[in-house]
């Protein structure tokens, strides 16, 4: 995998915020830029991300599996992460993953066949008071998703 000028001028930018001896520690950011421009991280792009910063590639793959806001394949048009940790488990977040599920007709980490929406339980996603909740595109909070509050997002994501 050979990235191009530009991409390396944007990992070029974030090694620069560390010390010369410490570019691992864009580690995160290289990803993030990989993900912006290609909408997912795939294998090969984290061999090469790790050998432009002196690293193990497992290292890199550490990082992109331990957080779902990286894609390790294409995703839909809509991501949505359905968070089913305890807090949000006890207050429906599991019956909101089966919903959402169910409505798409899709498994848990799924993509319709349209590329619309991909669906995926998530870890906490820090809204517990709000349970259960969603998260769009890794931005948009969505809180109190009651199963009628769950259609209505869907409708409105098919339609924008
Ligand atoms: S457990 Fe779901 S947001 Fe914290």
Not at 14 to 32: G, H, I, L
Not at 100 to 124: A, N, R
């Amino acid at each position: 995998m050979n990235f191009t000028d530009a991409t390396l001028a944007r990992f070029a930018k974030e090694v620069a915020k560390y010390p010369a001896d410490q570019k691992q520690s864009a580690v995160m950011a290289c990803p993030a830029i990989v993900q912006q421009e290609q909408g997912h991280v795939s294998a090969d792009s984290e061999k090469a991300v790790a050998e432009y910063l002196g690293m193990p590639p497992i290292a890199v793959h550490e990082v992109t599996t331990f957080y779902n806001m990286y894609n390790q394949q294409p995703v839909g048009r809509f991501k949505l992460n359905v968070c089913t940790n305890l807090p949000c488990q006890l207050r429906g977040g599991q019956k909101a993953l089966d919903h959402v599920c169910g409505k798409l007709g899709v498994e848990d980490g799924g993509t319709t066949t349209d590329g619309q929406f991909t669906v995926q339980h998530s870890e906490c996603l820090g809204a517990c008071a709000d349970a259960p909740v969603l998260l769009v595109n890794d931005r948009e909070m969505c809180s109190f998703m009651s199963t009628d509050r769950l259609d209505a997002l869907l409708d409105t994501l098919r339609k924008g």
